[in-house]
Every structure is written in C-alpha cells, then in structure tokens.
C-alpha cells in the first residue's frame, strides 16, 4: 500500500524509487525537493501500517545520503 501511494505521489517529481526490501524504501531525488520527498515517505508508510494494524504505534526513520550503499 505504501509503495502504491509513493509512487502517486512521486508521479511530477523528479525523484524515483530506486531500490525496496520489506522495511526499506530508497528513494533517488533532486536535493531542492528532498523535504519533500522525506515527507512524502514518512506519511505514506505509517499511513499504510496504521490501515492496517492501527492499535501498534508505527514510527517511521527517514535518512539522507548523497550516496546509498
């Protein structure tokens, strides 16, 4: 669900998802909208926890690097 509602949000952006496993999403991005981008992430993954299991407090990290590796 998260991955659906990133991609739409991305959708105009220039950014990208560039890389997945089951807790982490890598995203690539212009540094002008990485505040944004970060947002984006951090609301769309506790969004779709909280849909679906809502009684667990989900907290998302978000980091920046210039590289990921």
């Not at 669900?1 to 990208?16: F, Q, T, V, Y």
């Given at each position: 669900?998260?991955?659906?509602?990133?991609?739409?949000?991305?959708?105009?952006?220039?950014?990208?998802i560039?890389?997945?496993?089951?807790?982490?999403?890598?995203?690539?991005?212009?540094?002008?909208?990485?505040?944004?981008?970060?947002?984006?992430?951090?609301?769309?993954?506790?969004?779709?926890?909280?849909?679906?299991?809502?009684?667990?407090?989900?907290?998302?990290?978000?980091?920046?690097?210039?590289?990921?590796?």
């Open positions: 669900m998260a991955l659906i509602h990133i991609s739409e949000k991305l959708n105009g952006l220039d950014a990208r560039v890389h997945t496993q089951p807790d982490e999403i890598i995203v690539e991005a212009r540094d002008e909208i990485v505040d944004e981008v970060c947002v984006i992430l951090k609301e769309s993954m506790e969004a779709a926890l909280e849909k679906i299991i809502p009684q667990v407090p989900f907290v998302t990290q978000i980091g920046v690097a210039e590289a990921w590796g």
